[in-house]
């Protein structure tokens, strides 16, 4: 039986992965010369699995590698723990070699060295910090890669995912803390990705912000249609299955071209017409109708944890997304009240990571949570 080639919800790799090769260059090669990027992603364009194949191509290349996702530490201790943990990693995974590494290089932080059950090292810390204790120990562990970089006259790269969470953790001092140390770090590139688009963008575009101009940003897009309807063609070809491109132009339309939507949508799409061996509109209206159907019990909960006024406007941009969402016109329309009841709505649905905003276009972040409004709610 042929295997589902469309996924979601993890990392993709290899020809699961669309091509997106100006930007995997880009990143390769300002990476590989030590320089440091913001990358600035909405949600679901497959900002993560993006960096995981830079990062594969780097150390097929023989650079070293250390990867941090942000979103997974809850405290400096943990963020503390988990760098140091990464970057001795990165430099061997030989027990005695990783032991002897870390005593050497980190005996400030008095670690204890365990043996998982698959035979990996790993550090934990024996100590209780102080907040104060904490940050200078990171400050320290911060210099441990330009450090191994010189002593194995090789570049390093290390991603930030998610990066925006430092605000979480330490905040601002922690923001200086970092800049302090990275501004002198001449053999380490430094990627720094974040999903919250607001909140990144003023930690860079701000002068008084410690990681202003600390190096180029670059704003993650849409794959371009062309490339995404060769990429599925590609894909469903996999399974000897017919489709035509305006069907395939129709399945992007309907996903606005969101990579992990059209993942999703696709995977279940295989899954419908594997057996007939043809991909008709009508068949893309029954899945995602199936795809509301089986979504709807969360969809409701969402629905019922916001405000009268939070869904009058969701079912207005479902039916009108950006006609003019801010004018006079459209909140009476739609019986918004005032534009000051509109911003607080949407400023409360972003953080509910219900919708995104840039500039005047407003969307949902999940595109099938519209599609159960606009059959369900209206």
Not at 97 to 122: C, H, N, Q, Y
Not at 194 to 214: C, E, Q, T
Not at 253 to 265: G, K
Request: one cysteine or more.
């Amino acid at each position: 039986m042929n295997r589902n080639p469309f996924f979601f919800g993890e990392v993709v790799t290899g020809e699961s992965f669309t091509d997106r090769t100006n930007e995997i260059e880009t990143l390769t090669r300002e990476l590989r010369g030590g320089h440091n990027i913001f990358l600035i992603s909405p949600r679901r364009y497959g900002k993560t699995s993006l960096i995981i194949n830079v990062l594969k191509r780097l150390k097929k290349e023989g650079l070293l590698t250390f990867y941090i996702d942000l979103y997974k530490v809850a405290s400096l201790r943990e963020l503390l723990e988990a760098y140091a943990r990464g970057v001795a990693r990165s430099y061997t995974t030989r027990v005695e070699k990783f032991s002897e590494f870390v005593k050497d290089v980190f005996p400030g932080l008095r670690p204890k060295i365990v043996i998982g059950s698959d035979g990996t090292p790993s550090i934990e810390l024996d100590v209780h910090f102080r907040d104060k204790e904490l940050l200078n120990s990171l400050e320290e562990v911060f210099d441990v890669p330009e450090k191994i970089a010189r002593k194995r006259k090789k570049n390093f790269v290390v991603v930030f995912d998610e990066f925006q969470e430092i605000l979480n953790l330490g905040g601002e001092k922690l923001e200086k803390k970092m800049r302090a140390c990275f501004q002198h770090h001449h053999n380490v590139g430094y990627l720094f990705a974040g999903s919250k688009r607001h909140l990144i963008s003023s930690m860079v575009s701000d002068p008084n912000r410690a990681f202003y101009k600390l190096g180029d940003i670059m704003n993650l897009k849409k794959i371009k249609h062309s490339e995404m309807i060769e990429f599925l063609q590609k894909q469903f070809s996999k399974g000897s299955i017919e489709v035509g491109e305006n069907v395939l132009k129709y399945i992007l339309r309907v996903s606005e071209n969101v990579p992990y939507n059209v993942q999703y949508l696709c995977h279940h799409m295989w899954n419908w017409c594997l057996e007939e061996g043809k991909l008709k509109k009508e068949d893309v209206l029954e899945v995602l109708e199936k795809i509301i159907n089986e979504q709807s019990v969360n969809y409701i909960a969402f629905w019922d944890g916001l405000s009268l006024h939070q869904r009058l406007f969701l079912k207005a941009i479902s039916k009108f997304q950006n006609k003019h969402t801010f004018s006079k016109e459209f909140i009476m329309e739609n019986y918004l009240g005032t534009a000051g009841s509109v911003q607080k709505s949407i400023a409360l649905l972003k953080k509910k990571n219900i919708i995104d905003v840039e500039g005047k276009e407003i969307w949902f972040n999940d595109v099938f949570f519209k599609e159960w409004i606009k059959k369900r709610m209206i």
